[in-house]
């Protein structure tokens, strides 16, 4: 049976379903391209991220490493923390959002967003992004994205930095970028990485001229439709809960369809500075430029950690040690 318009899905090209049977490996592989450091414990697989920082891999699999592994982690790569969603350490509040229900249209999302999804369908195409198309119109798409977010990064900002980000998704296995097209113009696209039985929605950028149009909402339908379809993947996950008061994003994530797999989002610091961030002095000061800068997300992500700072020095939590067991199989949420 044919599908109408509003229920139309993209394929993903062969090259981009081959995946290494190791969890985590793919989304390492593209994060290394990328300029990110990688490392490894017995445990799992960390990938840099800003201000030397390590982030977990796979997202979605909530783990405990040993305290001393990761502060050896730590020294030797000079890194300043690490965080992961965990089984039993305490943490802040986060987790992930997932899609695991098949099939997926437009009944599977909230009512108010499916006239949205029906005029991005008819206004752009949704296809995979060419090398040449990525690279050549992405750029503005990231930077109208980073100044609407009130945010700057300079991986996707500068030409250079976005050329070797450009060229790593189409070196990396399993990765692949989906745009909103009309006439060959890029609207707006996603970097989508297939890992382990899972399609990770990485990145997401649009152009701000368009959006009266909904391309963002062509984009999300129609990637999530796609891996709905695909018998080789067991969920879709639309990235971890953010650390920063992002509600229009999390309702947008919602009212896709995807639920919030719930996991305390757990940091270790390296030994030397976490003393230093559970001052308490020191977060005071913190707290009252917040309130006179509230709208500051660099402070409010100096908040957040110095938050994270005081909840890793609590101790485990043996009585939830199994709850990941929930997290992983999606049979249950850690509140």
């Known amino acids: 049976m044919s599908k109408t318009t509003s229920e139309r899905s993209i394929e993903a090209p062969p090259e981009a379903r081959e995946t290494d049977p190791r969890p985590g490996q793919n989304i390492a592989e593209f994060m290394e391209r990328r300029?990110?450091?990688?490392?490894?414990?017995a445990e799992c697989l960390w990938h840099g991220v800003e201000s030397r920082f390590f982030l977990s891999l796979p997202y979605q699999v909530p783990r405990d490493p040993e305290s001393a592994e990761i502060s050896r982690l730590l020294v030797a790569e000079r890194g300043l923390g690490v965080r992961f969603l965990s089984r039993n350490r305490p943490g802040l509040a986060g987790g992930i959002y997932v899609w695991r229900r098949k099939p997926y249209g437009l009944d599977c999302i909230h009512q108010k967003l499916r006239s949205q999804v029906r005029?991005?369908?008819?206004?752009?195409t949704v296809r995979p992004v060419e090398q040449s198309e990525l690279l050549a119109q992405g750029l503005q798409l990231n930077r109208d994205t980073m100044t609407r977010q009130g945010r700057y990064d300079?991986?996707?900002?500068?030409?250079?930095?976005?050329?070797r980000l450009a060229s790593a998704v189409y070196q990396s296995r399993g990765v692949?970028?989906?745009?909103?097209?009309s006439e060959g113009r890029l609207a707006a696209y996603v970097i989508a990485c297939r890992d382990g039985g899972w399609l990770h929605i990485l990145h997401q950028m649009s152009r701000t001229e368009d959006l009266p149009q909904n391309p963002n909402h062509a984009?999300?339908?129609?990637?999530?439709a796609m891996a709905a379809e695909d018998s080789t993947l067991e969920a879709a996950s639309y990235g971890l809960v953010?650390?920063?008061s992002v509600d229009g994003l999390h309702m947008y994530k919602v009212r896709f369809g995807y639920e919030v797999v719930e996991s305390a989002s757990a940091f270790q610091f390296h030994p030397a500075l976490a003393p230093v961030l559970r001052n308490?002095?020191?977060?005071?000061?913190?707290?009252?430029?917040?309130?006179?800068?509230?709208?500051?997300?660099r402070l409010e992500k100096v908040e957040t950690v110095l938050e994270a700072a005081r909840l890793s020095a609590r101790p485990v939590r043996p009585d939830v040690a199994d709850a990941g067991a929930l997290l992983e199989k999606g049979t249950g949420r850690l509140t």
Do not use: H
């Open 35 to 41: 300029g990110r450091r990688i490392v490894e414990t």
């Open 119 to 124: 005029r991005g369908l008819e206004k752009f």
């Open 154 to 163: 300079a991986e996707f900002g500068e030409p250079g930095n976005w050329e």
């Open 176 to 181: 692949m970028a989906y745009g909103a097209f």
């Open 219 to 224: 984009v999300t339908f129609s990637v999530t």
């Open 242 to 244: 953010s650390l920063l």
């Open 280 to 297: 308490g002095v020191l977060r005071g000061a913190v707290g009252l430029l917040r309130r006179i800068r509230p709208q500051d997300q």
